[in-house]
């Protein structure tokens, strides 16, 4: 079992190492939550003074031609493209991750009616992400046309679900409870032979393992950019459609960044050809331009590194955990295989909440999901084998030493 | 008829004056185009540096709470309900005015089903911003269930088109392109009493003149925080709900930040009870701090004030274009009547669109529109007596000296 000093020579070692000097990261902090906000990067900072003093103030207007603040969504889609598997044309960052949902469930819900329409069921996990079913439930409540939401308590459950109603199978690529890692490509491979389409969820894989969504032959696909990506909190989100659907599906929030001529002012909605039409409304510019700086990290690297760290650090947390905290009762809920596990790694104890808030107090930050899970990502771009055996470590404190008791960290607030 | 000592001289004894340096500028300029992206505020450049150094870098994941980024829709909400007749609770300060609509059409919609699903059709207008009509086509296409939208030609044909087979009128308060002004609160008396509920766009009216949603008896309202709220570029929208339908209506939209309680992750969707139902993702925080530098501007003076000085700009601009540019072939397309007119002036020119880059060529940044639109913005905040002269000014030059048949001025860009 690897001591302090392994853990140092690990780092030595480490291929990914110089990428940390490219963010800002507090020095008593060890940072173990880019799986919900991702640390910042640090050309953020001077970009947005540059959107914020140079582009507004000085570009005003004009900036939205002079600045490229227009194409940004695009800009960018095309820039994170190369992480999901997807090519050039096919992604937009725009909007959140829930109004893209319903974007892409509406335009596969009704691409589905049209070829069969006794199809209307949503199949997904009843532990999927709550926004991805809240959105499904509000859409198929909206349409009144007979639409629901089929939930599996079990990933096993997935194929016996997928009867010849269902219309689409809507999945979260990595769990954000537990970091379970589904295949992608033979899940979409049976929801196509059952006559599904297939929606996925990367936002917790997109800038955290090689995802290859072209490769799966996924139908289409949301995530996130500000966790694994980097991108600022709540930066806007992406979407990606198959080529084979582009220019097909018809998105329910046609607004006027989606029309073919937005200039035109034309009373008359004209989807633009391509991904564009999935656009909605006007983008917030600086969280927008922030996504770049977070996106630029990865083009230094590439995911398949990503993932060999990714590995070796969950890898090491677990073990390093098992041996140094075994004696108290934590439940590992991550799958320990690799091909089964994201970039996190989750374990319930009896009093999680206040085992992580004692964490946080020791600074060591992870974060809380309910029940009673503690839950620690891993961002190998700049996440240290060092910092793994001081979270560890933090942790063997917290529970040898009952620092949890203390009353302050049983006092629950509204994010954790 | 002024001359241009005799603007100095209004500028010395307007009581707004003060508040222009609470904006920066740029020397060179005269920005007439604040109803299309208002001017920086100078408080957020120091805002925009905290929040991307000190709450996303140094406070990370914690900043949710600490730097109360998850309360920021309802505070902002709160902070601008003065501004448009609204009370505390009652607005929220998110998404985009187009994804806004879509929530609040599709929720009025349902109500109306549910009283009386004969009425299925929305009335607007053909010369609204296309996004509002692009939205209810959307909309209206996805339902499937015999929604349809009625445009009418002429204001005076909307009483006409309120049949009793009518479900909401929805009208932009401020004409974008013309400047002008609806009677919210007899529009939405006769909607009431045809029995059409009323959803008002206040995008070119909110800190443009006193809106009064509440004493119009009005049923929901979105608007924009870009343009004379100067909450930068492409800032959050807002949303408002009238008292009587709060905890009534239900957003198609439902994402997981409208829970009740949105950390239980709950599978199932349970709505807030009040306006927070109507959030839906994760929102780009960066680009939402800075709504409020833009707020609290106003808060240093009031909306009637507001209103006198932008009557005033824009009576004394209509005055000396017609004094000082009679000779060329400008159509006032503006109501001439206060009551009747916002706060902008547009003028249609056979060669309106290289009329506007020469003028902006010169330093006067207006904008155009189709077809041959010049539109001119006035914001009261920073926009001085003298800018008015000395646009009139450039605008003579122009059209004098035919600076517009240079080639470089008849050259179409994507944005304008």
């Known amino acids: 079992m690897p001591n302090r000093d392994d853990c140092l020579q690990l780092d030595a070692h480490d291929p990914l190492a110089p990428l940390r000097a490219a963010f800002e990261l507090p020095p008593s902090v060890v940072y173990l939550d880019g799986n919900s906000l991702g640390a910042r990067p640090r050309a953020a900072a001077a970009r947005a003074a540059q959107v914020v003093q140079q582009e507004w103030g000085e570009g005003l207007i004009r900036s939205w031609n002079s600045a490229g603040w227009f194409a940004l969504p695009r800009r960018l889609g095309d820039r994170l493209a190369p992480l999901i598997g997807a090519g050039a044309g096919e992604v937009l960052v725009t909007d959140t991750t829930s109004v893209n949902l319903f974007k892409l469930l509406g335009a596969l819900l009704r691409l589905q009616h049209e070829r069969d329409a006794r199809r209307r069921v949503i199949v997904s996990e009843r532990g999927n992400f709550p926004t991805d079913l809240h959105i499904a439930q509000g859409l198929a409540r909206m349409l009144r046309q007979g639409h629901e939401l089929r ?218 999901r309910e029940p009673g899970i503690l839950r620690f990502g891993f961002t190998p771009l700049y996440t240290r084998f060092i910092d793994v055996w001081d979270a560890v470590e933090a942790l063997r404190a917290v529970l040898d030493g009952e620092e949890w008791k203390q009353e302050r960290f049983q006092v629950r607030t509204a994010v954790t």
């Open 151 to 368: 939930l599996v308590d079990r990933a096993e459950d997935i194929p016996a679900a997928l009867g010849d109603d269902v219309a689409v199978l809507m999945l979260t690529q990595v769990d954000y409870r537990t970091g379970a890692l589904h295949d992608m490509a033979a899940l979409t491979r049976l929801a196509h032979e059952r006559g599904a389409l297939a929606l996925w969820d990367l936002a917790h894989s997109a800038g955290a393992l090689p995802v290859d969504l072209r490769g799966a032959d996924a139908d289409a696909a949301v995530g996130c950019t500000y966790k694994y990506l980097n991108g600022g909190p709540g930066a806007p989100a992406f979407l990606w459609i198959a080529p084979r659907w582009q220019g097909v599906l018809e998105t329910p929030l046609s607004g006027w960044w989606g029309h073919a001529e937005p200039f035109a002012m034309e009373p008359q909605y004209r989807p633009d050809a391509g991904i564009g039409r999935f656009l909605c409304g006007t983008q917030g510019i600086v969280s927008q331009a922030l996504v770049e700086c977070g996106l630029e990290v990865f083009e230094r690297t590439d995911m398949a590194a990503v993932r060999h760290k990714s590995l070796a650090l969950t890898d090491l947390f677990i073990a390093l955990v098992e041996q140094r905290c075994g004696a108290h009762p934590l439940t590992l809920i991550t799958p320990r295989q690799h091909e089964r596990r994201g970039s996190q790694v989750s374990w319930q104890h009896p009093q999680g909440y206040a085992v992580m808030q004692a964490l946080i107090g020791r600074g060591v930050i992870g974060d809380y």
